[in-house]
């Protein structure tokens, strides 16, 4: 492993002090979770968060569904000698949040772990950090609780901000006013509504890329029909219609099904487009619609479908 920049490690180790922060917390592009960096950290090139320019530090920021904050509150006010790793409360800019620490090792030597959740409008923000032994006199226990307590949450990623992000454009957005990236960069949710335990009995639609697709036109029916069968949340599907077709001007596939989804079991008609590029790459979208709002909703998808671009 690399070692830190030679003038930094000197500085920190002179003054006997963990490293400062960031002036003011920062959010990672398309994530709803931010923080305020240790002095040493800066945007992470592969990943939603920071690391050290030698990579050995890094800090992950991401979203859990809401309910992952009620469990570990409710298992550690009511159980937690039955916790396998007890959590400590920590009282961040977000509300009162729970992390762990512990040691771990990998293939680059001993490490030190620590995971933190808190509570979000609609979700539950999770940041994990990871520090070599050979960081820690200055990425310390203390240094890293401390930055925990910048935790910061935001209702909603600005639209331009999540769009920008993907490799393609949208410029319809067809009367959806909730627009989330499912995966910062790889996938794009539009639906009817901001209540996640309601998407489902709604029209919505999720836009993404795919990077198996089969690059020979007499193998993709099949990959089509593969895929549809496994859209996630879909239960009872059954395959009524699938053929090929050009979406503009680029060979594609549409596969429709009708099967049930969410709690309540709704009955749904779905869509799949899978828009065939170069090499094994296919932009897959996948539009939800229950059964009696299909005419309708439909048209919007189709709308939604024709206006994405690459970039």
């Known amino acids: 492993m690399k070692h830190f920049a030679p003038l930094l490690a000197f500085a920190l180790f002179a003054a006997g002090l963990a490293p400062a922060f960031a002036a003011d917390p920062v959010f990672p592009p398309g994530v709803r979770v931010g923080i305020a960096p240790l002095v040493g950290l800066a945007p992470a090139k592969t990943f939603a968060g920071f690391e050290t320019s030698d990579q050995g530090v890094k800090v992950l920021m991401t979203e859990l569904p809401a309910a992952a904050f ?77 930055m925990f307590a910048t935790a910061v949450v935001r209702a909603e990623v600005p639209v331009e901000e999540q769009l920008g992000l993907l490799p393609f454009k949208v410029t319809e957005m067809s009367g959806f006013k909730n627009v989330r990236t499912l995966a910062p960069g790889a996938a794009l949710l539009l639906a009817d509504t901001a209540d996640e335990a309601k998407v489902e009995a709604s029209p919505f639609m999720v836009i993404g890329t795919v990077n198996s697709a089969p690059a020979k036109p007499e193998d993709r029916g099949r990959f089509a029909q593969q895929a549809a069968a496994m859209i996630p949340g879909l239960r009872e599907g059954r395959i009524t219609m699938s053929e090929p077709l050009r979406i503009d001007g680029v060979p594609g596939y549409e596969t429709r099904v009708d099967g049930v989804s969410g709690k309540d079991n709704t009955p749904v008609s779905v869509v799949q487009w899978l828009r065939f590029g170069s090499g094994n790459v296919a932009m897959r979208i996948i539009a939800s619609s229950p059964r009696e709002e299909w005419p309708a909703a439909f048209t919007r998808f189709r709308a939604v479908r024709d206006g994405i671009q690459p970039k």
């Open 70 to 146: 009620n469990e570990v509150d409710t298992a550690f006010r009511n159980n937690p000698a039955g916790m396998t790793l007890k959590p400590e409360s920590i009282e961040t800019t977000a509300g009162k949040g729970y992390y762990t620490t512990e040691n771990a090792r990998d293939a680059t030597g001993n490490l030190r772990r620590y995971s933190m959740i808190l509570p979000g409008p609609s979700f539950s923000g999770y940041v994990a950090v990871q520090v070599p032994e050979n960081a820690s006199r200055i990425y310390t226990d203390d240094a890293v609780r401390q």
